[in-house]
């Protein structure tokens, strides 16, 4: 058995590893998001594509109209006029409008996508209206509720020339605290806790910006025009364009959702299946290390159980490595817990069910992540938000059907 005990020390070396850069990423979203970003005010548009009415939508729209952000541009965009969105924004932009400071507020209606995502679709409709004294473009996500600094401090990572784009991300709030919520939560708090100080920042559309000039000279334009993920595509572009990402904690964002099962396992494999198409190593990651990660906790655990019924004299170490893969992910998880406590302090009455599930089932949720990436592993087809796609390739997507 001498061979368990190299990987037994390589397994548990990896582990304190792993750990140490949670607590890193955790240290930093505590020490950044509290900074004010006030020096730094590019003349800027927020862009907010909308489909449909979400949970919490009339919250979430007044939190764009209320950044505190002189002089900002804040644009929604939908398909059509049919669209349930569109009449209730009309509504908010009478009632916000003169309280805002927002110079100009539009409502755009963009038409059909036929080569790209609607979502896409509805970004590009916007960036071909912008004017030359633009410099930023800023998104967010009609699902997503900001805070009034959201719009100042996504843009200021934007001064320092060694970054590409600038990214928040979400935190699921269940709106209903049924089980596939509390899953929902959980499964999108370990991706969460990933974001740092680190090269390996991944953007999320729902909460992100760019220069208009990096965008324009890493032809982004014509990128999203033939694809079906903004964030997937727009990181794959800076990373190759030799930049970064920078992750923002101050606008990792609330966003209220209940889900049942099956409409938890149409999201899942969704955004699992356009990794895989627009970023296979990130989804080859994905799998890896969800799968290292299971077998460290379970497998580890058979063999000591094996170790103990055969008297081995490894005995100590069969045990230390379960030992290590338990205590470190039941860490991470309580650590995820107290920053998002932090971060979204208004919000804890809401998350103490999901915070207690996500402690208490870590080790559920790592097998149920793995499922969706699995089931992520076959076919190129989705469904999303009535639309439904064929994903030939990162550059390349069909629309096949549209019921919206």
Known sequence: MQWYFYIAILA????????????????????????????????????????????????????FFNQDYKGFLLWFVVADKDDPAYNKLSQLKKELTTSSKARDVQIFVAGQSRCCSQKLHNLLYCYNKITDDIEVMAFADSDAHIRKDWLSQIVYPLHNKKYGASSGYRWFVPAKNNLASLALSALNAKVAQLLGNTPFNQAWGGSMAISVDNFRKMGLDKIW?????????????????????????????????????????????????????????VWLFALFSNLYSILGLWAGLLLAIYAYSSQSKYLGLFVVVPLIFFTGQLIRAILRQRMISKLLKDEQPKMKLAAAADILGFWLWSLLMLVLIIASAFGRTIWWRGIKYKLIGPTETIVLENKS
């Open 225 to 281: 025009a033939k694809t079906v993920s903004d964030d997937l595509s727009l990181t794959y572009t800076v990373k190759k364009a030799g930049l970064r990402i920078a992750y923002v904690p101050a606008c990792l964002v609330a966003s209220y959702e209940s889900v049942n099962w099956l409409q938890l396992f149409e999201f899942g494999r969704r955004q699992f299946l356009i990794t895989r198409i627009s970023a296979p190593k």
């Open 12 to 63: 548990i070396t990896s582990q304190l590893f792993f750990l140490v850069q949670m607590y890193r990423n955790y240290r930093y979203v505590l020490k950044k998001y509290k900074v004010d970003r006030n020096w730094y005010r590019p003349r800027a548009v927020m862009i907010v594509p909308c489909k449909g009415v979400d949970s919490a939508f009339e919250k979430n729209i007044a939190s």
